[in-house]
């Protein structure tokens, strides 16, 4: 059965330091891989998507960035964080083909100080 | 361009008694329309979906959804609350273009279901 792992669950970063969160899925190939941030006002935001290893796609300019360097790992990296990048990030998977139900990781909350 | 509408915050309901959770949507084409749960600190949890073909809409956890196309609604209901319901539900539509599981979420509905 497919899996999918998110960490850190929780993280706490002053502001202007680095951050990489990475989730990976297992039990399945080629997946399509997604960030999502939900905000304190509860509602999702699409960061970034990748069809395939290397191709990501960025939803809304900010001041992070994606990469897929295996199959079945994405990772949400930052080189200077911002207060305002607070928030619980969420990783999710769909097949390629079919009806596109998203499966999500349990989250990244990231504080920043 | 396609967008999602929760119209409610907030929605108490008494165990026992029957739930709905409103959704509207608008999307051009033919939509495929989902229904998530988030319990705290917690992931979304897939509900239901629908894609085509019948407009009531069976999922997990006794919870159905009916779609009306006229009224662009895809309301999530259950016949009979939990408290264990309590959590707070997403509605999604998908959006056309870009990655085929790109989902467009509404804000959430806190469902709150006491004793």
């Known amino acids: 059965s497919q899996t999918i792992h998110q960490w850190p669950a929780t993280l706490v970063q002053p502001v202007g330091s680095p951050l990489s969160l990475e989730c990976t899925v297992e039990?399945?190939?080629?997946?399509?891989l997604y960030w999502y941030r939900q905000a304190a006002g509860r509602g999702l935001q699409l960061l970034f998507y990748?069809?395939?290893?290397?191709?990501i796609s960025s939803e809304v300019p900010q001041n992070l960035s994606a990469s897929r360097p295996q199959d079945r790992q994405f990772i949400l990296s930052s080189k200077k964080l911002l207060l305002s990048d607070s928030g619980f990030y969420l990783c999710?998977?769909?097949?390629?083909?079919?009806?596109?139900?998203?499966?999500f990781g349990a989250g990244s909350r990231l504080t920043v100080l | 361009a396609q967008s999602v509408a929760q119209p409610e915050d907030q929605v108490n309901v008494a165990e026992g008694n029957p739930l709905t959770v409103k959704c509207t949507y608008s999307?051009?084409?033919?939509?495929?329309l989902f229904w998530y749960v988030q319990y705290p600190n917690r992931g979304l949890q897939f509900l239901l979906k629908?894609?085509?073909?019948?407009?009531l809409v069976k999922g997990s956890y006794g919870f159905e959804a009916e779609f009306n196309k006229s009224q662009t609604s895809f309301h999530l209901k259950k016949p009979s609350a939990l408290v264990s319901d309590s959590a707070l539900y997403f509605c999604?539509?998908?959006?056309?273009?870009?990655?085929?599981?790109?989902?467009?979420f509404g804000k959430g509905t806190k469902l709150s279901v006491k004793p």
């Open positions: 999604a539509v998908r959006g056309y273009g870009g990655s085929q599981g790109n989902l467009i």
């Open positions: 629908y894609i085509t073909g019948d407009n």
């Open positions: 039990g399945t190939s080629n997946p399509n």
């Open positions: 999710a998977w769909t097949e390629i083909a079919g009806a596109n139900v998203l499966t």
């Open positions: 999307v051009s084409g033919n939509p495929y």
């Open positions: 990748s069809v395939g290893i290397g191709q």
